[in-house]
């Protein structure tokens, strides 16, 4: 699955004023890409050099300042303080420009903490012209299937994007991942992981670790999975890539199996592995060896990503109430990822009663009694015994944990 730096063709310029579609599309349409001498589309001068003396007038000057802090506090709804720290990034004199760009991020959908973090961030961005500027970015995004509460979230989070030319950057980008993806909603997800997929040359690590993953025998799926929900383990430096690559194949696993990708991600960057580490301890405590957490990690690798608090909590409830053997629990390792409230008291508590009544052994295992559906759970222990004990599935439903008998 060999990807070139430059993808397939999108959609028309961005830049006049078409009836842009709004619905997701699952084929790329053509489009011309831009040619490279073209301007960005996002360029701010100074305030400074846009002012016509040389000399500035210091009344005006602070006259300027006070509307700026006045105008970020009143309609942008910062604090006095972090409102000082914008003005110094630009300068107000009139509040038309500004009203334009947040009567626009209203009409998509932005609230109002939304947009005070957004203008904290880019404070530059209110200089920006609404519409042929940010209008247009808008509504790429969501041409493409970003939602207007996901697209708001994601630039209230991290507005770098639209300071980025839709043309020379954006446009691109999304061309580069469509010929990786296929899909647009896989496109979206990798962007609700990080905005930094849409503005990361791709060529200096993107393009060459998904070559290598491709080379060392990873299924074009797998690398579709990683890239779509953990697109910053693909991102990383090609050199660091190549070495964890080489160390999950040294554990074991198979390139060929999702396993492998998902062991890429829990190995990849300090803070995963500062988590794994983590979890290596936490697991020892349990009475885990060695053996058995590396045999964990290959039969569910993100098993050592887990909080310590979503260990403990299982595995007290498992071994101290249940009775279970810790290492049995390491044969299993999905379970330590199911809900302790929703999934694992409730279908223990209906095994717990069955087993007082002698209709089912005691020495159940979990990938009987925690593993299968629910509905192949209830048919299984709880309908099959509703004529004998009619109040089972309300011990199920946690309304009780004894049946009146």
Known sequence: MAVAAQGSSFVKLFLTKPSFPTTTTTTTTNLSLPPTNRRPLFVFSPPQAQLSSPKKNPKDEQQRLSFTISYLVDSCGLSPDHATIAARKLSLDSPDRPNTVLNLLRDHGFSTSQISSLVKKRPVLLLANAESVLLPKLRFFLSIGVSKSLLARTLASDPTILTRSLLNQLIPSYNFLKSVLDADDKIVASLRRTTWIFLEDHTKNLVPNINHMSETGVPGKCIQL????????????????????????????????????????????????????????????????????????????????????????????LVEEMKMAPRSIAGCPVVLFFSLDKRIIPRCSVVKVLASKGMVKEDWSLTSLLVPVEKVFLEKLVIKYEEELPELMDVYRGYTTKLKL
Request: positive net charge.
């Open 226 to 317: 990683l890239l779509t929900h953990f697109p910053e383990a693909v991102m990383q430096k090609s050199h660091e890539f190549r070495e964890i690559t080489k160390q999950a194949k040294e554990m074991g696993f198979n390139p060929q199996k999702t396993t492998f990708v998902l062991a890429i991600h829990a190995l990849s960057g300090k803070g995963n592995r500062s988590i794994w580490d983590k979890c290596f301890e936490v697991y020892q405590r349990w009475g885990w060896s060695e053996e058995d957490i590396m045999c964990a990690f290959k039969k569910h690798p993100h098993c050592m990503m887990l909080s310590e608090r979503k260990i403990n909590r299982t595995m007290e409830f």
